[in-house]
């Protein structure tokens, strides 16, 4: 069984670039959601994706935007990149809405915005 | 909004001794609970999980947590650490809103060192 995995591993952008990253979820997995990690802090929720559509959204701007594709691989965009963007990006995939079934992390994208 | 705290950020501890994380959530409703912890180098991981019937949860790797609705709190122990459990800790909540769409409120973390 594959677990959840993100790419690109690193990621160096600068301010006001636009950036996409990639989630492919665990097999069997319906939901995705993504999550920001600054340094020193915990996970904090951005949007969570159930069967291709915005199921739930943290404290994050429209320029954090993402899409869920038929096979429930997922995509999270953010647009106008900012320094304080700068943080680990975690997707964790469910077989169902988050909170509800244990998440699945997968291994991060470090984005670092100069 | 709901908030988690987790009262120690760094804990240092000798292989054998006990250990208690403190958790403590702010919200008066439903809701359902989470320890993960993030070893060296490694993916988060679900350590346990509680969403209803015994407030003692029994985790992996020896592991336990215990619910306490009136103290609003989900502490982690583990009688005796081993060198092996070097990792950050993380708590987290769900609320009973929503329906599952809000993800999870995770605290800081705790970063625990076991030293040999």
């Known amino acids: 069984e594959t677990g959840v995995t993100q790419s690109p591993t690193h990621l160096i952008k600068t301010r006001g670039q636009q950036v996409t990253l990639r989630c492919s979820s665990q097999?069997?997995?319906?939901?995705v959601s993504w999550y920001q990690q600054a340094l020193g802090q915990g996970p904090q929720f951005i949007f969570q994706?159930?069967?291709?559509?915005?199921?739930g959204r943290g404290n994050f701007p429209p320029r954090f935007s993402g899409l869920q594709f038929p096979n429930y691989s997922s995509e999270l965009n953010v647009n106008a990149l900012e320094l304080d963007d700068s943080a680990l990006y975690l997707c964790?995939?469910?077989?169902?809405?988050?909170?509800?079934?244990?998440?699945?992390f997968g291994p991060g994208t470090r984005l670092t915005v100069t | 909004a709901q908030s988690v705290s987790q009262h120690n950020h760094h804990v240092i501890l000798s292989e054998a001794a006990s250990l208690e994380l403190g958790c403590n959530y702010s919200?008066?409703?439903?809701?359902?609970l989470f320890w993960y912890v993030q070893y060296p180098g490694q993916h988060l991981q679900l350590l346990l999980k509680?969403?209803?019937?015994?407030?003692l949860v029994k985790g992996i790797k020896g592991f336990e947590a215990e619910f306490i609705k009136s103290k609003f709190s989900f502490n982690l122990r583990k009688p005796s650490v081993q060198w092996s459990d070097t990792a950050e800790y993380f708590c987290?909540?769900?609320?009973?809103?929503?329906?599952?769409?809000?993800?999870?409120?995770f605290g800081k973390g705790t970063h625990l060192i076991i030293q040999p």
């Open positions: 964790a995939s469910s077989p169902g809405l988050a909170g509800l079934k244990e998440q699945y």
């Open positions: 097999s069997g997995h319906n939901t």
């Open positions: 994706y159930y069967r291709e559509e915005e199921n």
């Open positions: 919200y008066g409703g439903t809701v359902n």
């Open positions: 509680y969403f209803s019937g015994d407030p």
């Open positions: 987290a909540v769900k609320t009973g809103s929503g329906g599952g769409a809000d993800g999870l409120t």
